[in-house]
């Protein structure tokens, strides 16, 4: 079982979140329109072994979306904060 | 190359059985090769056979990071069929169905391929009409296709699905019974055994690091055994293709995720066919031939390396089993284990070559890599030793992303955790 630290509600399992994927992925502004820069938003990933930020959805919970930074190789989660409003490894906002 | 036969087989015996041979041939790494093969899974395996004995490439290495079967070839559910929706998958891997029905023989080497039937059950109406969709997508697709109905779907299974349905309303099911179930590490020996015998080196404990280059075209491997030149590489990881590929430059539409796989103790015959359910529950389910259940369902869904998967999934692939069979409620699990699928933006894999000079990508099977051994491997030495791809890998190529021609089998989009 994965616990993640809710920055609202503190260590929660995971059944209670929804995953969202990459979290460094950035989406293009909405008026650009170079192909490649939106194939690489929707297609590719970095898909790291190791330290991976990434969102996940506290569905049965607060209902915001949480950044969380997890060790893809051991599932270890070095911290979560608010998404969008990143202030730095491991700050709550 | 020893062969095997009854005659074989009896004369060992009386000679108290020494005097065989091992299957396959453990080499040592040259330094050079026509084409070097990362990987030494079945789509590896398969591909140095296909470019020896199809293609006629006489220096083929197979390098594998660990030792060859401990991969996803021997981390999966053994099930090999071809019922897919989307035209060009059901002939992709219905070439792979066809190729396995004769592999035993071509590689003297018994697989036990048992042609015992794959059966996609509907518990709704709207299930139902997506599997007869399905099947009329395969039978215009020159596969077959049965459609049975409720009640014909409880007399074919009785054992998993009895009178009263369980939790589950039965509508009907779908059966492809040239689908099945194959022992999968002989599939891993026998594809060792009918490189090696051709003259492939299969390299064990043996990782790559990195790529070698000549004038912005691949031209080798560095490894952990030292480096080694060629004309062709073959990148046919599982679980690490993103990693591999970073090194040649690539960033791929790939994610790595955790499949889990479930065997029960062994029990008497129970289930004669594999059976697929897709409804309410995911779960896939056929048994052994030393009687033990082997099942499996969803991803964890999240982003992972680690070759071991968590309990809330456990939880959901049993109860989605014991909804459909409460039959097997009382059943212990004998063992559980988990893979890394490298799964695709669109759920289907990348054949063909890389946007790389002297690369070949054979990677991103999600999980349907066991079943696609064969004709993986077909693809990929078709590419490797003609420079150009077979007729039926131009829409798994990588740039189907960017052209925006996807094979989107499930039609979830570009959400790997959904696929």
């Known amino acids: 079982m994965i616990l993640i630290s809710c920055p609202w509600c503190g260590d929660r399992d995971q059944t209670e979140f929804a995953y969202g994927g990459d979290a460094t992925v950035q989406r293009p502004a909405p008026d650009d329109a170079d192909p490649t820069r939106w194939f690489d938003y929707v297609h590719t990933r970095d898909n790291p072994r190791g330290s991976h930020r990434e969102l996940w959805f506290h569905a049965f919970g607060c209902r915001q979306w949480v950044e969380v930074t997890r060790d893809t190789a051991t599932h270890a989660v070095a911290g979560a904060v608010l998404a969008g409003l990143r202030v730095g490894e491991g700050e709550t906002p | ?36 093969v990362i990987g030494g899974g079945g789509h590896g395996l398969a591909t140095a056979y296909y470019l020896m004995a199809n293609h006629g490439v006489a220096r083929v290495a197979v390098i594998e990071k660990g030792w060859i079967g401990g991969g996803n070839v021997g981390r999966n559910t053994t099930v090999f069929r071809s019922n897919y929706l989307l035209e060009d998958n059901i002939r992709f891997y219905e070439h ?104 492939a080196d299969i390299v064990e404990n043996c990782e790559a690091l990195d790529f070698l280059w000549t004038g912005g075209r691949i031209s080798g491997v560095r490894t952990t055994l030292g480096d080694v030149t060629c004309d062709k590489v073959v990148l046919a990881t599982a679980g690490s293709a993103s990693l591999l590929a970073a090194k040649a430059g690539l960033r791929l539409p790939i994610e790595s995720h955790l499949l889990q796989a479930f065997v029960t103790e062994g029990l008497k015959p129970l289930v004669d066919t594999v059976i697929v359910w897709g409804g309410p529950g995911h779960f896939y389910i056929s048994q052994s031939d ?51 699928m490298d799964m695709t933006m669109d759920g289907s894999p990348i054949i063909g070559p890389a946007p790389v000079d002297g690369l070949i990508l054979d990677v991103g099977w999600c999980y349907g890599g066991f079943k696609a051994i064969p004709a993986g491997g077909w693809l990929a030495a078709h590419a490797a030793a003609t420079g150009s791809p077979h007729e039926l890998a131009p829409p798994f190529a990588l740039d189907r992303f960017a052209r925006g021609r996807l094979l989107d089998e499930t039609g979830n989009g570009p959400v790997p955790n959904r696929q």
Request: glycine content about 14%.
């Open chain 2, 96 to 199: 792979a169905l066809k190729l396995w029905e004769g592999l035993t023989e071509e590689l003297d080497f018994n697989l036990m391929v048992s042609q015992r039937g794959c059966l996609m059950l509907a518990t709704s109406l709207g299930e139902m009409n997506a599997l007869r969709r399905r099947g009329n997508m395969m039978r215009l697709a020159g596969t077959d296709a049965e459609y049975l109905s409720g009640d014909e779907v409880r007399r074919e299974v009785p054992n998993v699905v009895g009178e009263d349905d369980g939790l589950w309303p039965i509508y009907g099911g779908l059966m492809q019974r040239r689908a099945g179930t194959i022992r999968h590490d002989a599939v891993a020996w026998g594809l060792a055994r009918g490189a090696s015998a051709r003259g």
């Open chain 2, 290 to 340: 030393k009687g033990g259940l082997v099942f499996g369902g969803d991803l964890d869904g999240y982003n992972s390396y680690a070759q071991r998967g968590n309990l809330p999934l456990v939880e959901d692939v049993i109860s989605a089993g014991i909804g459909l069979m409460p039959n097997i409620s009382r059943l212990r699990l004998l063992r559980h284990w988990g893979g890394i």
């Open chain 2, 1 to 36: 190359m020893q062969r095997y036969s009854a005659f074989s087989l009896a004369r060992r015996a009386l000679g108290g059985h020494r005097g065989w041979e091992p299957a396959w041939r453990k080499a040592t790494l040259r330094g050079a090769y026509d084409v070097v």
